[in-house]
């Protein structure tokens, strides 16, 4: 596989970058926008290279000399055959030949779930892999974090006499024969949810089968699906091989990314399988811990808690760190990449991966891959889909292959705050446990210490209240920024006798095991405790218990859709499920010495889904991850909103709500498998290098559909294939768009037949520009099968670029309009100000420039003095919060492999500070040195040089009919290029540049 459009390969990249101006404040002389030669190489870094050859995983032969690798269906990887080891000594190879082209040298090989080698680059040495045949991308080594009823399991209703459990044969057989691999901080093994019997050197009979045991000090268990887990309890700081047993029956640490990148100072963890934070623990448990373990937290008595799959074991893969700063906290793409590669060796069937980036990765990004290649060897692979919500196109993980998931809630831990004029507000605590009635109610402002500013106080942040002050009373303090837990510790310093805390934005009320009495409010409720605590003699009390708040919802912090990187092709989230307040095992050091504690996430949300995934395979072990997803996905419930009402955000909750009870009795399932992803690959500009026709993420065989740009009509094709057989009638409502499926009618004969069906979409009284929403369920043999549908009818088909020339000019082309009413809105044009520049052959050169607020748009070009025998590449660096390397936020948005004249545009940019890197590649003839003019302009929102001229300024159209624009300028200055913007009701536009 190698990558047709360079633009994507570096999609992801975050990089260092020294000397650069900080953004002006509002109050500020405006930032000059003039780039600055700086010292130093932004692209110098450790970086991921993956290639296109299969890695062992899904090769399929074509070597001399080496037959195929991977399994046969049903079967699982044998990496100690002769060709397996053969073929990882070819793959090693060519990655060597590859880096030597650049005189670069891998200091790391992968080659089970992914091809991909590491190595320390140079800027141009990375441009130069970036451009070579067979490589698909060049990544750096960026830190990943965490994605951060009452018990979630009786929710779910697994437990009880009707429940999961119980049709599976008890918690015993729940998952049995199914290992749960674990990608995450690590275990803390001495939890009681990870309590079992040691590992013994005895091979199992026939009345346990699954029993795992020890041969040679390797870990080896028997699998449902007839294959064979091989692991190892590796040793590290404070941890031995005995702590492992027959729950965990292995664990391992991958740190050579985060160890290289994070100086010993800095380091706040166990360079082992120990859990330094909780997280890793947190997820183990809720996806594969021990049932019915008795949940007591200072003095608390919460019940039992149970993993969602009690009778599968767990294997440990500990890649994310806990450093001294949040800079350094998390784990490394090298880490986390040979995490993957080291769980598909080793066999599992499923992938817990509670991670996530801030930014959508994108599908060429190693993880990206290394998960497809999990896939396609049979493993189940469950992602966070992340917590940046509720902000649109703000998820992670959407590859197809992947389950990606939203969290939602379950029945609060409720408590009420009555207040003194007789309001009752309910809220969340786990800590009024008895009425705590009628104490002074105050705000934190007003008992601060005398050294602690207002905000500090109100925040409740430590050392910030006065013990004369607040002794005594209710304390309201705002969530706001520091630890919340926190908060109720800085109370319980000061004798506070309770704690009201006010969200200060719209998000989740948190079930956290608090220090003193506390009640967590939500925004409009904390509007009303804010207003009458600032009323002389103000009071209230605490009282267990509330009123009934509808569940399950989807959580304000799960991040959203659309998917950008699928062109909104492809419905993500796929699925909902409990990640709000859940009760799980953590690490007892960093959690207040608690041995159970409530988290919250789509991190607590996914282990749901993993743990599911393990019973299903324990069930039916044979069948295939797309296969389960499907089967989860259209049998998912209602998901409610605040008022009670379903929810049809399906960017929010994607499918629904999992449904554990339906989940086995699907009906129909979609499936598929590499050969689409590779379609799917395909579409998406990689080349695979296989000759497998190209797919549009729409067209994928996936349990949803979604169109993001629907012009005309659009007919998309599914497979379903019979879990059991019979005849299937289809109904399909999506609101304001005109359907139509064919057939509307299947009949299956046996399970396992496959039949296909198209579904075709044109406008009919919706709205352009707008999503809509509604499904298709096909009915039958006393099941319904619904997949989600979400269309958004095109408002415009338009050139990205346009360009003319001269001082004075005009230039005409054509967009086809999707609506009868067509405002078209005309920034520009503006140019700025060339500066010469030249860089070495196989070298770097940095500009840095600052983007002012209310920006439309970016142009930076790079002219070489001689572009016949150019050899350049740019890369255009945005660096918010003070970024300066790949830990702390600097991230690539535009690149150019444009040698003759590279040029990024970037629209509506973030303000701040930009840096521009011009590479010349090394792989090019010659020694000498390359001239060119640089030039960044900035074209406003508002002011400039309103230069560019449109006709017709207010066009009548006909939607679907194509229209002739024209601009044109005049009087524009010689020797630099002009450039202005067009932009469409839909806020995509035309950048016009002019020479």
Request: hydrophobic fraction near 40%.
């Amino acid at each position: 596989m190698s990558r047709r459009t360079p633009a994507l390969v570096l999609a992801a990249l975050a990089l260092a970058v020294a000397a650069v101006p900080a953004p002006a404040s509002a109050s500020e002389t405006p930032p000059d926008p003039t780039p600055k030669a700086v010292a130093g190489q932004v692209a110098a870094g450790r970086y991921l290279v993956t290639l296109a050859d299969r890695p062992i995983a899904t090769y399929e032969g074509g070597v001399p000399g080496i037959a195929r690798t991977k399994p046969a269906k049903g079967k699982k990887l044998d990496l100690g055959s002769a060709d397996a080891r053969r073929y990882r000594d070819h793959l090693t190879d060519r990655q060597r030949d590859v880096a030597a082209e650049v005189g670069a040298t891998p200091v790391r090989h992968f080659a089970v779930a992914t091809n991909t080698f590491v190595a320390d680059l140079t800027g141009p040495q990375a441009v130069a892999l970036m451009t070579t045949p067979g490589v698909v991308s060049v990544v750096p080594n960026r830190l990943f974090k965490p994605a951060d009823d009452r018990d979630s399991t009786d929710f779910l209703k697994l437990s009880g006499p009707k429940g999961l459990w119980s049709a599976l044969g008890g918690t015993a057989k729940a998952g049995k024969g199914v290992v749960v691999g674990v990608i995450d901080t690590g275990v803390w093994p001495e939890s009681a949810s990870f309590a079992a019997p040691p590992l013994a050197p005895t091979p199992p009979g026939d009345d346990d089968p699954y029993r795992p045991y020890t041969q040679d000090g390797t870990t080896v268990m028997r699998k449902a699906d007839g294959g064979t887990f091989t692991g190892t309890c590796q040793t590290g700081e404070q941890f031995t091989p005995d702590l492992c047993n027959q729950k965990i029956i292995s664990a391992r640490y991958f740190s050579d990314g985060w160890t290289n990148a994070v100086p010993p100072e800095l380091r706040a963890d166990y360079l082992s399988p120990r859990d330094g934070q909780g997280h890793g623990t947190h997820t183990a448990s809720t996806a594969a811990g021990n049932a019915d373990v008795p949940a007591k937290v200072a003095g608390v008595d919460f019940g039992t808690v149970s993993g969602v799959a009690p009778g599968a074991a767990i294997a440990v893969y500990k890649a994310l760190y806990e450093g001294r700063t949040p800079q350094t906290t998390g784990g490394t793409e090298q880490d986390l990449v040979a995490a993957i590669d080291q769980a598909v060796a080793d066999g599992v069937d499923v992938i817990n991966y509670s991670v996530g980036s801030t930014r959508e990765s994108d599908v060429s990004d190693p993880i990206q891959l290394a998960f497809l290649n999990a896939a396609a060897a049979g493993v189940f692979v469950a992602t966070a889909g992340g917590n940046s919500g509720p902000s649109a196109a703000s998820l992670d993980n959407t590859a197809p292959w992947e389950t990606t998931v939203a969290a939602s809630t379950i029945a609060p831990y409720a408590a009420r705050v009555v207040l003194g004029d007789g309001q009752s507000l309910t809220g969340t605590s786990t800590t009024v446990a008895t009425e705590l009635r009628d104490k002074p109610l105050v705000p934190a402002a007003d008992v601060r210490a005398a050294t602690a500013s207002a905000a500090d106080a109100a925040g409740c942040l430590p050392g910030t209240l006065d013990p004369a002050k607040a002794a005594g009373a209710l304390v309201v303090c705002d969530r706001s920024v520091g630890a919340r837990v926190e908060k109720s510790a800085e109370v319980a310093r000061a004798g506070g006798a309770g704690m009201v805390l006010l969200n200060t934005y719209d998000m989740t009320t948190d079930a956290d095991l608090h220090a003193v009495p506390t009640v967590h409010l939500d925004l409009t409720s904390g509007k009303a405790v804010r207003a009458y605590a600032g009323t002389a003699g103000a009071r209230a009390s605490l009282v267990p218990g509330g009123d009934a708040v509808p569940y399950p919802q989807v959580a304000v912090f799960s991040s959203r859709g659309p998917s950008k990187v699928n062109g909104e092709n492809l419905l993500k989230p796929d699925i909902a499920a409990p990640g709000v307040s859940i009760l799980a095992a953590v690490a007892p050091p960093t959690n207040a010495g608690h041995d159970f504690d409530f988290y919250s996430g789509t991190s607590m949300a996914t282990p749901h889904i993993a743990g599911l995934a393990a019973l299903y395979l324990g069930k039916h072990p044979t069948m295939s991850p797309m296969a389960v997803k499907s089967a989860m996905m259209t049998t998912a419930g209602e998901v409610r909103t605040a008022t009670g009402e379903a929810d049809a955000d399906v960017f929010a909750r994607g499918a629904g709500e999992i449904d554990p009870s339906r989940m086995l009795e699907p009906g129909l399932v979609y499936d598929s498998g590499q050969q689409d992803w590779l379609g799917y690959l395909e579409g998406r500009g990689v080349d695979t290098g296989t000759g497998v026709p190209a797919v549009d993420p729409s067209e994928l065989n996936y349990p949803s559909i979604a169109l993001g740009r629907l012009m005309g009509t659009v007919t998309v094709t599914r497979r379903v294939t019979a879990v059991t057989p019979g005849r299937y009638r289809a109904e399909v409502d999506v609101p304001g768009i005109k359907t139509k499926v064919k057939p509307s009618t299947m009949k299956f004969r046996e399970a396992g037949e496959t039949k296909e069906f198209t579904v075709s979409f044109s406008l009919g009284t919706g709205t352009p520009g707008q999503p809509h929403t509604g499904s298709l369920t096909w009915t039958g043999e006393g099941t319904t099968v619904r997949s989600p549908i979400v269309v958004t009818p095109e408002v415009v088909i338009a050139p990205a670029t346009v360009a003319g020339t001269g001082t004075t000019g005009s230039t005409t082309f054509q967009i086809t309009p999707g609506v009868p009413k067509f405002p078209i809105d005309v920034y520009g044009t503006a140019a700025g100000e060339p500066v010469a520049g030249t860089v070495d052959h196989a070298s770097e050169r940095d500009f840095a420039f600052t983007v002012a607020p209310g920006t439309k748009l970016v142009q930076a070009t790079v002219t070489p003095d001689a572009p016949d025998d150019s050899s350049l590449f740019t890369a255009l660096f945005h660096l918010p919060n003070g970024g300066t390397s790949p830990l702390d936020g600097g991230v690539i948005v535009g690149f150019s492999g444009d040698a003759r004249r590279p040029t990024i545009d970037l629209v509506d940019p973030e303000p701040g500070a930009y840096v521009l890197g011009v590479f010349s590649n090394p792989s090019s003839e010659g020694s000498g040195q390359t001239s060119f003019t640089m030039q960044a302009t900035t074209v406003p929102v508002k002011g400039g040089k309103q230069g560019l001229r449109l006709t017709p300024k207010h066009p009548r159209v006909t939607p679907g009919e194509p229209l002739d624009l024209t601009v044109s300028w005049s009087g524009l200055a010689d020797g630099r290029r002009h450039t202005g913007y067009l932009e469409y009701p839909d806020g995509t536009g035309t950048v016009v540049s002019v020479d």
